[in-house]
């Protein structure tokens, strides 16, 4: 019997996985988070170590039975529906949809919105970083992603899952408090919002992205997340943050220690971007929702019940706005404030030649480390993200009478 098995994808037609070899009965150390206890103990200090050995007798043992529990459920619509579900928890769509309420006058379902989702996506990954766990093994486990870089990822937290579940309660809670729909309505949308939940949930099972660790663990950080923003926003009720000149430099200033006194992570992993994206857009909301406050109190989109149905053109406007942003404008814009005016090192290409010595096509290499440029960078572009659309969109809107 050879030594080596093949590494495959589900549907390679609709999937993305690596492809190689690995030895019968050893982990495949392309992925991170497989290598042997002294790997991680060399390098971690020693209540993390414990943490994470007490972790993965959980994860030691879950490949076979999701195996078998894909192979019992899969089909060929299955291998097409939960792919494609998986990108309603990807940034793009979050980027893409989150705007969409403050567009049509609901500035808080967006705040909100803001403040948990981006939080459960940094809780989860500093979670994941810090226990550094892998993924359901492929072999056995069938491994399909539509996202080359999130198979190289740990696996607990789910960050799809913390997503799930704090937008689930969120909007479960939303619907309690909602006196203007009938009991039946709240009933059929609350339906919706369970199928949501569940679908990405049991969606990373049938995928091979997580098993029941990841995705219970990951629906406890989305679930904190939503009972500490709705705690806060309870508490600063009546906070306004365009009467201090500080709190843009105080946002900046949390925003940035969040991001640069994160967790390392022992293997290359690179869930660190969406949390600096995250964190960039919400305090690129913040600062927005100051400015708004501060010079143009009176500048709120509004509803359909008070504008009219002009209001559904706002995101035919606004969306090529935010995607010229982000695809176009932001990049050269901003590294050339960044190294041209500022004056800071553009470490990017000695982070290349670093990872290019260390890359190993059989084995995932040891964390390098994001060049610092890029994480001002990253920040700086996503936080204009929502500064585009609570400040500079509606000045479009006013200008094109849709406001």
């Known amino acids: 019997m050879s030594d080596t098995i093949e590494l495959t994808a589900v549907r390679p037609d609709v999937g993305v996985s690596y492809v190689g070899t690995a030895v019968r009965g050893e982990a495949p150390l392309i992925d991170p988070g497989n290598h042997p206890a002294e790997h991680f103990k060399s390098r971690m200090s020693p209540t993390r170590f414990k943490v994470r050995q007490y972790l993965s007798r959980f994860t030691d043992t879950q490949s ?14 299955r291998d097409v529906f939960f792919p494609y579900t998986a990108l309603l928890g990807s940034h793009m769509f979050y980027v893409l949809c989150l705007p969409l309420p403050a567009w049509f006058g609901y500035y808080e379902l967006t705040r909100d ?15 994941k970083d810090y226990c550094c766990l892998p993924r359901p093994r492929a072999p056995p486990v069938k491994r399909v992603s539509l996202s080359a870089y999130t198979t190289k990822e740990y696996g607990a937290p789910s960050s799809h899952s913390a997503n799930a579940a704090g937008a689930t309660l969120y909007f479960l809670w939303q619907i309690s408090i909602t006196d203007s729909i009938s009991l ?7 339906l919706v919002i369970f199928t949501y939940y569940w679908t990405l949930v049991l969606g990373r099972i049938y995928c091979g992205m997580h098993g029941l660790l990841d995705l219970i663990s990951g629906t406890l950080c989305g679930a904190a997340c939503f009972i500490v923003r709705m705690g806060l926003k309870h508490y600063f009720a009546d906070f306004k943050s365009g009467e201090y000149f500080w709190f843009p430099f105080v946002s900046i200033a949390c925003g940035l220690l969040l991001l640069f006194k994160h967790v390392r992570p022992i293997d290359e992993c690179p869930c660190f971007g969406d949390s600096v994206a995250f964190i960039g857009v919400a ?13 143009f109190s009176h500048r709120v989109c509004g509803t359909i019940a008070a504008d009219g149905y002009k209001v559904l053109l706002r995101p035919l406007v606004a969306v090529p706005m935010i995607l010229i942003w982000k695809s176009v404008i932001s990049k050269p814009l901003v590294y050339t404030f960044l190294i041209k005016l500022l004056g800071l090192h553009d470490d990017r290409q000695e982070k290349a030649q670093l990872r290019s010595q260390m890359k190993n096509d059989k084995e995932c290499p040891l964390y390098i480390g994001e060049p610092s440029i890029d994480i001002f960078a990253r920040y700086i572009i996503y936080a204009g993200i929502p500064f585009m659309v609570i400040v500079i969109c509606p000045m479009a809107f006013s200008l094109l009478n849709i406001l």
């Open 64 to 77: 076979e039975k999701l195996a078998e529990w894909q192979r019992k459920h899969s089909s060929p619509f």
């Open 184 to 190: 039946e309505s709240k009933i059929g949308l609350s």
């Open 113 to 127: 919105l803001v403040y948990i989702l981006g939080y459960s996506i940094y809780v989860s990954g500093f979670l």
């Open 283 to 295: 305090s690129g909301y913040e600062i927005g929702d100051w400015f708004v406050q501060k010079f």
